[in-house]
Every structure is written in structure tokens, then in C-alpha cells.
């Protein structure tokens, strides 16, 4: 099995030197960015973009809803469970 590991520094830490980063005898990427879980982190530990990208997904989720409530007639009851 193969596992991809990633280590993204935050830019309020610094660091001297070029470090070669190893578990296991495996190197780790250093990476300005990664996604866990779904979820795009930074280096600068921002989560402003991840708060927009999570907007975005549940906006276009609810839109599809609206769109599925209007075609099938539901109770109120339903709808909200």
C-alpha cells in the first residue's frame, strides 16, 4: 500500500535551512498546499478559501434540492427532515 505524505510549513514558522523531512525511511513532499479530507490547507494557514469552496459546494447542493422539491410534491414535514 502506497501513502502519499505531504507536510505544508506555516508561513508564521521559520525555517533555516533545507530540511529533508522522513518517516519510515520515506520522504515527505514540503508542499505550499494539500488536500485533506476534502479540504484545501495552505501554508499561510488561511481558511478563506476553504470557507468559499465549503459555500459554494452547499449552495449548489441546495440549489439541486429546490430543483427536486419542485418536480415531486412532498410535505412540508418531509422536505425539511
Same mark, same amino acid.
Given at each position: 500500500m502506497s501513502i502519499k505524505l505531504k507536510f505544508a510549513f506555516l508561513? #508564521?514558522?521559520?525555517? @533555516?535551512?533545507?530540511?529533508?523531512?522522513n518517516i519510515d525511511n520515506e520522504c515527505i513532499d514540503v508542499v505550499d498546499s494539500f488536500v485533506y479530507l476534502g479540504v484545501q490547507f495552505y501554508?499561510?494557514? #488561511?481558511? @478563506?478559501?476553504?470557507v @468559499?469552496?465549503?459555500?459554494?459546494?452547499?449552495?449548489?447542493?441546495?440549489s439541486h434540492l429546490l430543483s427536486i422539491f419542485s418536480r415531486v410534491s412532498l410535505d412540508i414535514r418531509t422536505k425539511l427532515s
Open positions: 508561513k #508564521s514558522r521559520k525555517i @533555516k535551512g533545507n530540511f529533508i523531512w501554508k499561510t494557514g #488561511s481558511m @478563506k478559501n476553504v @468559499k469552496v465549503l459555500n459554494e459546494q452547499a449552495l449548489k447542493a441546495y
